[in-house]
Nanobody, 122 residues
Framework: QAQLGETGGGLVQAGGSLRLSCVASGQSFSEYTMGWVRRAPGKEREFVAAIRQLPSDTHELESVKGRFTISRDKAKNTVYLQMNNLKPEDTAVYYC???????????????WGQGTQVTVSS
């Protein structure tokens, strides 16, 4: 059964860094567009970043550009989200997502991870 599993969340002070990892298993995700979506308390789900295999490209939410970097290790079936200079408004549950569509804004997600909490204190 195809699964996505996130790790790396936690509590960090503003200005700090965290790296989220998403390991894909159960089937090949090498051609999938992979990414991260977050949901803050009381808010709608929000796209954060995505990475596409072919054609190779990445896309990030405007408010995280220059602070967050998405990358992928195909050999490890893993997608990463390096988050630097974290702000209290980044506090949310972060979900790994996968779609067979090559659309970088992840309008349709076929697989979801269970989510990992990121809390940024001021």
């Amino acid at each position: 059964q195809a699964q996505l599993g996130e790790t790396g969340g936690g509590l960090v002070q503003a200005g700090g860094s965290l790296r989220l990892s998403c390991v894909a298993s159960g089937q090949s995700f090498s051609e999938y567009t992979m990414g991260w979506v977050r949901r803050a308390p009381g808010k709608e789900r929000e796209f954060v970043a995505a990475i596409r295999q072919l054609p190779s490209d990445t896309h990030e939410l405007e408010s995280v550009k220059g602070r967050f970097t998405i990358s992928r290790d195909k050999a490890k079936n893993t997608v990463y989200l390096q988050m630097n200079n974290l702000k209290p408004e980044d506090t949310a549950v972060y979900y790994c997502a996968a779609t067979s569509l090559g659309v970088l804004t992840l309008p349709i997600v076929e697989y979801w991870g269970q989510g990992t909490q990121v809390t940024v204190s001021s």
